[in-house]
């Protein structure tokens, strides 16, 4: 679906023109609503009101996976100030436009910083308890209008010159929902989307990555609020606001219209708040009955249809069509059979040793828990260029010293430095900026994105202003131009690890794990990094992948790029690596060259003798 | 006074207590959050009323009634839990399908009994103990016994059988513990029916006092989410201590503030525990020690291999 | 992508064509629309179907009659579920389709009113039972120029409730009431009347109460503030479910007070039912025409229980006055215009409806005043409401 894909001439004019067409079927139902019937006016705008929310929760829950019941006391926050300001005060109501998204979105920004604290279900829980909080605090002051609510402000008709376009109001609803869609459906197309669902499911690998992922949680919920501020100013124009419009159910509602209509698609949300609008003023039976058949909806369609009705509609789409899945490639059965022992390593060259010290680690003490040491007084140098290898019995703390190093934690005492520069304060995306970067052992990455678009997040840090630019994507000709250098460099990153032709368009989810761990790679080796961390790169690859691997490291030491690897199988270690440190029980056992470590006495004590 | 406030406080907290062990101990089994639950508190009422003004005896009533409540708590984790589960365990799905089975239950309840309240057998409401100042009818002495019965049950229960034990390993792997052997199926449909169970009990002790009327499982199922934030989601015991604590502030907040109070200050005292203790109250000790070895559990469960 | 455009240009067309079609409205030639929003689900369902019910017997004999200036009167009326959003929808719906005037809404009157305001449409007849509904600023301040209520109000309760308070309750009356427009209705009826001669209210408290259910806590602790303020009347001014559990609390902590009512308290026998004996004694208001029904009010029950099969009530009765009083009005400045229904409503005096004797001014826009009520108290031997005094 993204715009920077594959993108030749043509497909850019395509989308030029569905663009048009679009804009011009949007400006055609606007002029026929806002001439319409009052019914209409009345229910058109609701939906798209609601429709405007659903899309900023999708923006938040769908793609971060910020799962907010709070929208509703972002609306209520809107819709109010908007009231309240012009009936109280006399401020014009054009003026709290500006004012209303900025504010609620500033709400936002503090809510969004509490999901910092809490994670996923507690962050849902505390946006609920928040929308319950503004409910009361509106039901109780007679300022505010009290349970009983009060009368919105007008809005001004059109001028004189203008009145052939019939309601201002729905012109102005219209004109907030076309914003939404717009800003909303620019970040889907653009890198940032990504990024967004990287922090959603792979939150280590965007902050590997360079991804400063809390001021992106903070910054997309306050955009998420500042739409939902707007869909609060434009909802005073239609009549009446009172309490109970805002209350905890109308949060849920928002989030089951996003569920019920597709979570993270571009229509889903907005055909769910359609039909969740329109299903009881539409449909007209006895209205008890209609509400049991309103419930009995959400449940058979959640339950048979998971990813809502625009699950249903692809479903039918696509059996229509009949497109057939992605074939694998055919090389990666004969790799499969090939045994891990018989693989045959890449030769490297093991040359003269640099002395300047890439990595070095001091005196590194960590306990998880107060109390107890993982790792005791740990000291570990890195030779600028080489192959490093980390190896240890099961308990060691290999696995703690590399999220030490990477920036996933941070030491007790001890310093460790990248380059020259001290680092151990820093955080992940930080040091990710400081050129170090890693491999996870289980590969994280975004399962239902492409591995070309998983190898764009690790570029992320090479692209100027993605976030910025995101809001309005599609506008920018520098954005088609960076959209596709972003394609041409990751189709090369995975062209250097092996995965050629059809495998840049394949989705994480449908590949083989030796695939999704060479894929991880291709994205760590994108950002170009000085110093790569593979945290056990080689688990359950097969001998022609392992093959793979060690041509991939030989390609690196070549180009300059110092690596760290951590493993289990020794006979890559001892084959590939410069250098190797020993590390067992948290201590520092052994470090030298890969041939003084092999003879060691008390290494194969400690670690081949089990 | 102050008695008499901890007396109303303890009496009213139990009843949330209740349905917040409800919420918990599906939620313990099967990391759901049942959102019907507040409706299974009302079909308990409604259905031992409906007996009781057909000529029932009033034990028969409540039995049936809170075999109602368990037997159709059962029946939504087949309806609107197990699909959307098998289907993708992570996903928010169960929201939108319990939500839409309380609606179903909810305006059900109005279409069969009628939308207006109705009554409810008194019990043991009529009668009253005089402590001091203080007054407690038998009712709400017996719900602060049946609350009290409930944790130790649970607790003793969780101990000493298998449930509590392999309960936490399906609520974090249910792949791995069905391949070890465990019935994850049967162990959610005891956590469901068990918590049908508790929602339903806690229906027929409160129903004396608001009679009985379709749309309570909005209002007590609100309270009783409350309740489970204060005290803790992971632990149904927890759950009861955040009942009783709610109950206790909302009345002390009604006599000693203003009688509106009762709306507010729970919700004050929720966010105050959240942004404190953001897993509970009673979650597992002290508040401030929670919070520091919650932080070094963060840190374990990054060094913990893969899992993040 | 182009699966997507096709879906969003199908449901654009789709408005576009409904936007110019919709866009006549207005009455058909031959009939005059009154147009109905009430809450027909819900906690109180009853009183919308009553409202509807009574509205549509109107309706039905004054076509059989001929109509109304030669046309026949057609009423459509919709279920706006208490909710406010609804109830804006279906104005503007109604009035789309050219509604002449609006009846109700019995649960949605704020918003109604406030609507009928905005856009300059009559709204008659069950107009929510806020006094403070239909007159915003206080019962000394003018009403909403628009709204036409000829329904039970809290003024009026109020009003005849302090009267009697007033006479016998030495040690005062505590007054608790729900923080909505309905309670602070019933206090202002009553401060009015204590006001005007110089009295002061034992206690006065405000609770939220949950409107379906009723549901609420800390009866206990109020209990115990009106003891010690020293009052013996209490007027509970919440919904009957809460009154009956306020009786039923205060009794269990041995409280003797002399409790009052509102007019939901004897508008059916929601409280009775559920306070069973306890509800000895409770006092309330009824329309004196209720308590001494005229011939044309027995008949109209009569009529109305054989064709609905539920026994009427005073939001049916009250309902077919309002359609009534429009038909009057329509006639008077022979026009279905808004501004001159809105001009005669404003000048008819003494009509002889069925609960009572009725009358609008500029100033005035509540047909039932405490004059037309009188004090009854309940007798669980007769299951009753008898009148005191």
Known sequence: MSALLSSPARRSRALGWGAIVLVVAYLGATLGVAHGSYYLQSLIPVAAVFAILALSLDLAAGMTGLYSLGHAGLFALGAYATTLMNAKFGWNVF????VSIIGVGIVGIILGALSLRVSGLYFAIMTFIFTLVVVVLLSDFSFTGGLQGISGPILPDFPEALAFLGSSVVWCVGLAFLVTVVIVWSIRSSPLYAILLAIRDAEPFAAAAGVRTSLMKVGIFGLSAALAGLAGWAFSFLGFISPGQFSWT?????????????????????????????????????????????????????????QGIVGILAGVVRRLRRRPLPATAEGTIEDARRPVADATLAVVEHGELSDDFALEARGVDFGYVRGTRVLRDVDMRVRRGSIHGLIGPNGSGKSTLVNLISGQLHPDSGTIAANGHRIERLGASQRAGRGVMRTFQTAVLVRELSARQNVGIGMYGTLHRVASRALLWPLFPSAHRDGRTLAARANSALSAVGLGSAWPGARVADVPHGVEQLIQLAAACVGEPSILILDEPLAGLSGGEVEQVSEILRGLKRDGVTVIVVEHQTRFIFEMCDEVTVLAAGELVKSGTAAEVRADERVREVYLGQ | MLLQVLLSGLAIGSIYGLVAMGFAVVFYVTRVINFATGQLLMLSIMITAGLSRAGLPDGVSIVVGLAASAVVGVIIYFIAVRTVLRFDRFSFAWLVSTLGVAIVLQTGAALIWG?????????????????????????????????????????????????????????????????????????????????????????????????????????????GFVALMIGGIEKPAAAMGGGLVLGVLSVAANTFINSQASDWFPFVVVVIVLLIAPHGLFASGNPFARWRSSAAARRASLGAEGRS | MKRMIIASVAVAATLALAGCAGNSGGTGGGTILIGGIAGTTGAYGTTGQAVFNGTQMAVDEINAKGGVLGKKLKFE????????????????????????????????????ASLSSQKKLPVIGAVDDGGLTIYPDGPSKPPFPWAFSTSLNTFAWGGAIADYALANCPGGLAVLHDPSSYGLGGLAGIKLVYDAKGKKLALEDSITENWSTGATVGLKSEIDKIQASGADCVDVWLTPQDQASFVQEANSLGAKFTYFGNDETSADSTFSDLAKDQAKGMISALLTTEVNPTAKLTAF???????????????????????????????????TEAASIQKQLNKISGYDGLTGSLSFTPQQHTTINKEQLTIVSFDPATNSWQPLK
């Open chain 1, 95 to 98: 003026v709290m436009l500006p």
């Open chain 1, 250 to 306: 109308v949060s849920v509602n928002i989030l089951v219209m996003v569920i019920l209509g597709g979570m993270n698609t571009r229509l889903g949300p907005i055909i769910g708040a359609i039909f969740v609008t329109a299903f009881p003023t539409v449909i007209s039976i006895d209205p008890l009955i209609q509400e049991v058949i309103f419930g009995a909806i959400f449940v058979l369609v959640i339950v048979f249809f998971p």
């Open chain 2, 115 to 223: 939308p207006t309240s109705r009554g409810f057998p008194a019990l043991l409401n009529r009668q009253t103990i005089r402590i001091g100042a203080a007054a407690i009818t038998w009712q709400e002495l017996t719900t602060i016994v049946v609350a009290a019965a409930a944790v130790i049950g649970f607790e003793v229960f969780r101990r000493r059988t298998l449930f509590g034990k392999v309960g936490m390993a399906i609520s974090s792997d249910p792949e791995m513990a069905a391949a070890v052997g465990a019935r994850v199926t049967g162990y959610a449909v005891a956590a469901f029916a068990i918590g049908g169970l508790l929602a339903g009990a806690a229906g027929v002790l409160v129903g004396p006092i608001t009679y009985s009327n379709p749309y309570l499982g909005d209002t007590y199922g609100i309270a």
């Open chain 3, 77 to 112: 009326g919709h279920d706006d579920g208490a909710s406010a959003t609804t109830s804006s929808t279906l104005f503007s719906k109604l009035l789309s389709e050219g509604a002449v005037a609006i009846v109700g809404s019995p649960d949605t009157g704020p918003t109604t």
């Open chain 3, 301 to 335: 029950q009569a009529k109305y229980k054989s064709t609905f099969n539920v026994a009427s009530t005073p939001f049916a009765e009250l309902s077919y006055d309002a359609v009534y009083m429009l038909k009057q009005a329509i006639e008077a400045g022979k026009s």
